[in-house]
């Protein structure tokens, strides 16, 4: 998954949970368990979703060694 896509992701579900249809990246589900995310993925008929938290802000950090 790309930052632009994580970004976007952040924004429209910041802080939840969310079930990611694997074959086509769609959101199938969100909530605030993975239970509930789970479960809405279920309703649409998708399986086996990846299951994620989605942070409340997101951002790219560098690692570097002082």
């Given at each position: 998954m790309t930052s632009a896509k994580l970004k976007k992701l952040s924004e429209k579900y910041p802080n939840q949970w969310?079930?990611?249809?694997?074959?086509?990246?769609?959101?199938?589900?969100?909530?605030?368990?993975?239970?509930?995310?789970y479960q809405k993925s279920q309703?649409?008929?998708?399986?086996?979703?990846v299951i994620t938290k989605i942070p409340k802000d997101y951002a790219t950090y560098i690692l570097t060694q002082i």
């Open positions: 969310v079930a990611i249809k694997e074959s086509t990246g769609e959101v199938v589900g969100n909530g605030k368990s993975p239970k509930e995310a309703e649409k008929g998708v399986k086996e979703p």
